[in-house]
């Protein structure tokens, strides 16, 4: 295999303009569901897909265009919903231009079609640039320019900085219309509900607020000595607070947590596995249009999630602060306040394996 071939990544910082991977996301900001209608048959978000409009189908065609011109570009998949588009593109080698470049003609190349499809929407399926140059010369560029391009945000563009992202991406780009179904249908739990008050601090929420009637609550945080301790070789404390976690659930305990650290998510994955509710503290609040990662999303819409989290969003954040790791702390705290059972009760600290 010659070096230009060999499959590089993007490290995070560096110019978009190296060879690697590339997760495209095309919005129509009015959020319009005018690239395809959501189809559920027989009321299962299994079967979940898009029936594409003629403006989906050119927008499709539009995208898996770009390596014409681009001939080190390639579309590895990609995923067209109702109101937006998500797409992995692969660069094959450096580019002089950048990503950033070929994005912003495939935009530019989407804000055509979005004008001829306010005016015709069936007027440029078989060739898009030649139906918006007849409808240039038909209207006159000041006329064509007022038409609504519908694309009116750049893509977000996100490069990929390891190799284990590839499949997740895909993933999550194919899950998409099981997940816009399964909302449709149970939007209850991902309506995001205002001012929950939980012993004086408020919360907004996404998931089973009921949860916050159980009898019992335990959190699950796990004090930095423990993993000292187990780095020294002696992991017992570790390993049976881990254990007193799970078995609790198992009794009946809802356990709350933020599930910062590596070994709170080893928790998390076993208690979502087993079926078991939680709390789960965010660190940002909720965007608009938001959905749960994939671990959280079958759990919420099954009933057995509350996110909580007291802050509004931000988009600028990147990373939980200290202060914030101990405010979220403190938060499952209070929330545990609410037992009704004593902890001593709940089955926490066994040593049982899980």
């Known amino acids: 295999m010659a070096d230009h071939d060999t499959w590089h990544w993007q490290e995070p910082g560096t110019a ?21 209608e959501l189809c559920i048959p027989d009321n299962d978000p299994k079967q979940a897909h898009i029936k594409r409009t003629e403006l989906g189908d050119t927008l499709v065609d539009c995208l898996l265009s770009i390596p014409r011109y681009h001939p080190n570009v390639e579309i590895l998949h990609f995923s067209l919903m109702p109101d937006h588009l998500h797409a992995v593109i692969y660069v094959t080698r450096e ?4 990503i950033a470049s070929v994005v912003r003609g495939f935009w530019q190349a989407a804000k055509k079609l979005g004008r001829a499809s306010s005016f015709a929407p069936n007027a440029i399926r078989e060739n898009y640039q030649e139906g918006v140059n007849i409808l240039r010369d038909q209207l006159g560029d000041a006329a064509y320019y ?8 750049m893509p977000f563009i ?10 997740t991406t895909i993933r999550y780009i194919d899950m998409n219309p099981q997940r816009l179904a399964t909302k449709k249908l149970m939007p209850g739990f ?42 020294h070789g002696d992991n017992k404390r570790l ?15 809802v356990m709350v947590s933020p599930f910062i650290s590596d070994k ?3 928790v998390m994955i076993v208690l979502l596995a087993e079926e078991h509710p939680i709390i789960y503290i965010a660190d940002n609040g909720f965007r608009d249009y938001y959905k ?18 007291p802050w509004e969003y931000d988009p600028s954040k990147r990373h939980v602060t200290r202060p914030e790791c101990v405010a979220m702390n403190q938060m499952a705290e209070e929330i545990c306040s609410l037992s009704i059972v004593p902890e001593s009760d709940s089955g926490q600290n066994k040593s049982n394996e899980y």
């Open 16 to 36: 978009w303009k190296g060879a690697g991977l590339y997760h495209i996301t095309m919005t129509i900001p009015s959020r319009e569901p005018l690239l395809g």
């Open 95 to 98: 580019m002089s231009e950048g």
């Open 146 to 153: 007022q038409l609504p391009p519908i694309f009116t945000e």
């Open 158 to 167: 996100r490069p990929m900085g390891h190799r284990d992202q590839l499949p």
């Open 190 to 231: 991902f309506r995001v509900q205002e001012d929950i008050e939980i012993a004086g601090r408020k919360y907004r929420g996404i998931g089973n607020a009921k949860l916050l009637q159980a009898a019992r609550f335990a959190p699950v945080h796990v004090r930095r000595t423990m993993i000292d301790e187990a780095m």
């Open 239 to 253: 390993r049976d607070y881990m254990n007193g976690c799970v078995v609790a659930a198992r009794q009946g305990t």
């Open 264 to 266: 709170e998510k080893e």
């Open 292 to 309: 749960p990662s994939d671990g959280l999303f079958d759990a919420v819409a099954a009933g057995r999630v509350l996110i909580l989290s």
